[in-house]
C-alpha cells in the first residue's frame, strides 16, 4: 500500500456515471495510479488482472477523496491500454469522464487511441518525474564528494 499527500481533487461531473483518471506513479516504481469511482473498482481491477496486470490499492489522504485509487504495475506490450479500453466499453452509452489527472474530458465512448494517447501523456509526465526524482536523490552525493574536505 502506498501513501499519497493532501491533494486537492475536484470532484466528477454530475453528468458523468463513470470517472477514470490515471496520473503517474511514485518516482522509479514503474506505476500508474488510476483513480475510479468506488462504485467500478472491482470492475477495473478485474479488468487490469485479467491481463495479466499486478495491482494494489492506494490510501490517499486527501480533501474529497471521492475516488479509489488503484496503483498499476506497467509490464510493458500494451495491456494497459487493453485493459482500460476493455473497461471502458463495458460501459458504452454512459457518460464517462476519463483522462489524465488535470486534463479529463466527460463523453460517450472512449477508443483504444485515445487511451493510447492518455497514457501517453502520463508516461511522459512520469519521466519527467522520474528524472527529477534521481537528481534530488544524487545532490548530497555530489555535494559531498565535491565539497571541502577537512582532513
Do not use: Y
Request: charged letters at 25%; glycine letters at 12%; a negative charge.
Amino acid at each position: 500500500m502506498q501513501n499519497h499527500g493532501m491533494a486537492h481533487r475536484p470532484e466528477p461531473p454530475a453528468s458523468s456515471n463513470v470517472t477514470l483518471q490515471i496520473g503517474p506513479g511514485h518516482p522509479g516504481q514503474a506505476e500508474l495510479d488510476v483513480r475510479v469511482s468506488p462504485e467500478h473498482v472491482e470492475e477495473l481491477r478485474e479488468c487490469l488482472e485479467s491481463e495479466g496486470l499486478r495491482v494494489s490499492n492506494v490510501m490517499e489522504f486527501s480533501a474529497g477523496g471521492w475516488l479509489d485509487v488503484l496503483a498499476v504495475s506497467l509490464t510493458g506490450g500494451g495491456a494497459v491500454t487493453v485493459a482500460i479500453t476493455k473497461f471502458l466499453g463495458r460501459h458504452q452509452g454512459k457518460k464517462v469522464t476519463f483522462g489524465s489527472e488535470g486534463q479529463v474530458e466527460t463523453m460517450e465512448g472512449f477508443s483504444a487511441r485515445e487511451v493510447e494517447r492518455v497514457l501517453g501523456v502520463v508516461a511522459q509526465r512520469q519521466r519527467e518525474i522520474d528524472l527529477a526524482w534521481k537528481r534530488i536523490k544524487q545532490r548530497p552525493n555530489d555535494q559531498a564528494s565535491s565539497g571541502d574536505t577537512n582532513t
